[in-house]
């Protein structure tokens, strides 16, 4: 079945470090790949996108490359800040689109000053 | 101008109780889900509807009940609440299924605390 493995949290950095969390993804043939962000106290919102192999999704300084070959679409960050600290998840969608989201657990981030 | 909205935003009530969250999206959308989020943030969805229809529904117990009576509003009933029950429930919208270049719109969740 198609499933999403992120990096275990909470995750906590000094304001202007650099972020990486990994995703891996299992699911067959090449399925849409979302990043989402969530806010404390808010829903989730849509942080970045790669719906086919090698796509670059970005927004806000955020960044992730859809990898085919090692089936992952790790987010990066160069230099975080205080207002990144929320919770991330990575999430898919099979390919011929699915009337659902399949998301990975959720990594914690808290940025320090 | 919320684009998905829902109420309330806190549900506090005691085990047996029966309960019920709205959702309401005006971004026109065909499709809108239910979402539980358990306490170490897991999320995973619950019922999806498109275009009034069900098309998934999860392993969930059949005392949650979704009701779609447009395309714009899919509520959820809870019967005999359970304290397992106490999570947060996002409700959700797309234009069509969240693949390709659509999205999935979420609303700010209903904290349900059971007792």
């Known amino acids: 079945g198609n499933s999403v493995t992120q990096m275990e949290g909470p995750v906590t950095l000094s304001e202007e470090a650099f972020l990486t969390i990994n995703c891996t993804y299992t699911a067959t043939g090449y399925p849409s790949l979302f990043w989402y962000v969530q806010y404390p106290g808010e829903g989730l919102q849509l942080l970045l996108k790669a719906t086919k192999a090698d796509d670059k999704g970005s927004n806000k300084g955020f960044e992730a490359t859809y990898r085919k070959e090692t089936t992952s679409f790790h987010l990066e960050k160069g230099s975080v800040q205080v207002s990144d600290s929320a919770v991330y998840f990575c999430?898919?969608?099979?390919?011929?689109?699915?009337?659902?989201?399949?998301f990975g657990k959720g990594t914690k981030l808290t940025v320090n000053p | 101008d919320t684009a998905v909205s829902q109420t309330p935003k806190y549900l506090v009530t005691q085990m047996g109780n029966d309960k019920s969250i709205k959702c309401e999206q005006n971004?026109?959308?065909?499709?809108m889900y239910w979402y539980k989020q358990d306490s170490k943030k897991f999320l995973k969805i619950m019922f999806s509807?498109?275009?009034?229809?069900?098309?998934i529904n999860e392993t969930v117990p059949n005392r949650f009940s979704p009701k779609s009576p447009d395309k714009a509003h899919l509520n959820l009933h809870i019967n005999s609440l359970e304290l397992g029950d106490s999570a947060v429930y996002f409700c959700?919208?797309?234009?069509?299924?969240?693949?390709?270049?659509?999205?999935?719109?979420f609303g700010q969740g209903t904290r349900l605390t059971v007792v």
């Open positions: 509807y498109n275009n009034k229809e069900l098309i």
């Open positions: 999430a898919l969608s099979p390919q011929g689109g699915s009337e659902k989201l399949v």
């Open positions: 959700a919208s797309s234009r069509g299924a969240p693949g390709m270049n659509t999205e999935a719109f």
């Open positions: 971004l026109g959308h065909d499709t």
